[in-house]
């Protein structure tokens, strides 16, 4: 088993900055990706941003150029800083370590931090 536990969301204004970062402890072994998800209400968990174990790196059109996913693969810890925010990226953020082992592949999600971003 894989515990993520993730912290740094809050309220900030809009153009404001936030960094969240994710720490994954137990069963680490094999950690191919580690991401940020987020949802609102009443839609779908979207992909934010996620970085390779090799450091590749995929983000959302929507966060392109101001958000920034950086690994401490030593300390099994993502971060995700959040430069010039906007009311939309409101949302709960979630952090996600995907692992390939020998028995198979598993997604695992930490609790979720929320981000409120005011106008």
């Known amino acids: 088993q894989v515990q993520l536990v993730e912290s740094g969301g809050g309220l900030v204004q809009a153009g404001g900055s936030l960094r969240l970062s994710c720490a994954a402890s137990?069963?680490?072994?094999?950690?191919?990706?580690m991401g940020w998800y987020r949802q609102v209400s009443g839609k779908q968990r979207e992909l934010v941003a996620v970085?390779?174990?090799?450091?590749?790196?995929n983000y959302a059109d929507s966060v392109k150029g101001r958000f920034t996913i950086s690994r401490d693969n030593a300390k099994n810890t993502v971060y995700l800083q959040m430069n010039s925010l906007k009311p939309e990226d409101t949302a709960v953020y979630y952090c996600?370590?995907?692992?390939?082992?020998?028995?198979?592949?598993?997604?695992?999600w930490g609790q979720g931090t929320r981000v409120t971003v005011s106008s």
């Open positions: 996600n370590a995907f692992i390939v082992r020998v028995s198979g592949s598993d997604d695992y």
């Open positions: 137990g069963s680490t072994f094999g950690i191919i990706t």
């Open positions: 970085i390779a174990s090799g450091g590749s790196t």
